[in-house]
């Protein structure tokens, strides 16, 4: 399983991006996708994930100002990132909870950058 994420930059505070992240490869079904996000010093953690179901989990710092949707049919995730804060830059990581060959595994994307000038 290979995942392609895009559309990560240098935005000033209070401006918007958008990721995107296309999951591919032997894909029997994808439970969840989600963004995950990594500052330099931190851990990675949780952005926001949605099931194929259509739920959806937020880290309480996004809520309301970030969306996560879905493609299903293309196995794509987005990431609307409105009224960005300088908090908010990191390296973001796409990752697919995913059946391929009879195994249920968690995948990543190599990570895009996020940054955010005050």
């Known amino acids: 399983v290979q995942l392609q994420a895009s559309g990560g930059g240098l935005v000033q505070a209070g401006e918007s991006l958008r990721l995107s992240c296309a999951a591919s490869?032997?894909?029997?079904?994808?439970?969840?996708m989600g963004w995950y996000r990594q500052a330099p010093g931190n851990q990675r953690r949780l952005v926001a994930v949605?099931?194929?179901?259509?739920?959806?989990n937020y880290a309480a710092s996004v809520k309301g100002r970030f969306t996560i949707s879905r493609d299903n049919a293309q196995n794509t995730v987005y990431l609307q990132m409105n009224s960005l804060k300088p908090e908010d830059a990191a390296v973001y990581y796409c990752?697919?909870?995913?059946?391929?060959?009879?195994?249920?595994?968690?995948?990543w994307g190599p990570g895009t950058q996020v940054t955010v000038s005050s």
């Open positions: 990752n697919a909870n995913a059946w391929v060959a009879g195994s249920r595994n968690d995948y």
């Open positions: 490869g032997s894909i029997s079904r994808i439970n969840a």
């Open positions: 949605r099931t194929t179901g259509g739920s959806t």
